[in-house]
Nanobody, 120 residues
């Protein structure tokens, strides 16, 4: 069993910062990619930023220059530093991981989500 446990969401004023954390635990052979998605009310879930095992990142245009992903490989943890937050960043943020198995398969996992609310 694999679990993704998120923390760090909350309420912040526009222009403020928050840092999200996501720790993967359980039977993990390899982490091929890990990152964050978000879903605002009435909208589809969208990519925020992901980082691959090689360190390559894919960042949504709407957060470039404001959000930064980092990781601690030893702890199987990724962090999302969110600066200059805007009300439109308000959403439930979900951690996502693509984990590899010894025989070459990949499985996708999701965290339970953490609420980020940005007020004016």
């Amino acid at each position: 069993q694999v679990q993704l446990v998120e923390s760090g969401g909350g309420l912040v004023q526009a222009g403020g910062s928050l840092r999200l954390s996501c720790a993967a635990s359980g039977s993990i052979f390899s982490i091929n990619a890990m990152g964050w998605y978000r879903q605002a009310p009435g909208k589809q879930r969208e990519l925020v930023v992901v980082i691959t095992s090689r360190g390559n990142t894919n960042t949504a245009a709407s957060v470039k220059g404001r959000f930064t992903i980092s990781r601690d490989k030893a702890k199987s943890t990724v962090y999302l530093q969110m600066n200059s937050l805007k009300p439109e960043d308000t959403a439930v943020y979900y951690c996502n991981a693509i984990l590899g198995t010894m025989d070459g398969y990949e499985y996708e996992y999701w965290g339970q989500g953490t609420q980020v609310t940005v007020s004016l």
